[in-house]
């Protein structure tokens, strides 16, 4: 079993920051890829970063310059900070592991940036 709880979204004002938190727990093999994706009412999920185990990482282009995306291999936990944010940012952003063909997803943090 694993587990994922995320943690950090909220209410900002476009240009804010806010800092992403996923810490997973149950059977995590060292060789696997976390990210954060995120699904705006009325949208398909998206993928925002994503990065390995050996720290590789790839963002969407609607990200990459204000986002980054990190991870603590001994905690387990995947960090997105997330800078300059803008209205259409706002969703509903939710963690994900990948290990051995297997899915995991958190149950999904708000993050409402208003313009």
């Known amino acids: 079993q694993v587990q994922l709880v995320e943690s950090g979204g909220g209410l900002v004002q476009a240009g804010g920051t806010l800092r992403l938190s996923c810490a997973a727990s149950?059977?995590?093999?060292?060789?696997?890829?976390m990210g954060w994706y995120r699904q705006a009412p009325g949208k398909q999920r998206e993928l925002v970063a994503r990065i390995l185990s050996v720290g590789n990482t790839n963002y969407a282009d609607s990200v990459k310059g204000r986002f980054t995306i990190s991870r603590d291999n001994a905690k387990n936990t995947v960090y997105l900070q997330m800078n300059s944010l803008k209205p259409e940012d706002t969703a509903v952003y939710y963690c994900?592991?990948?290990?051995?063909?297997?899915?995991?997803w958190g149950q999904g943090t708000q993050v409402t940036v208003s313009s």
């Open positions: 994900n592991l990948y290990q051995r063909q297997h899915n995991y």
């Open positions: 149950g059977s995590i093999f060292s060789i696997n890829a």
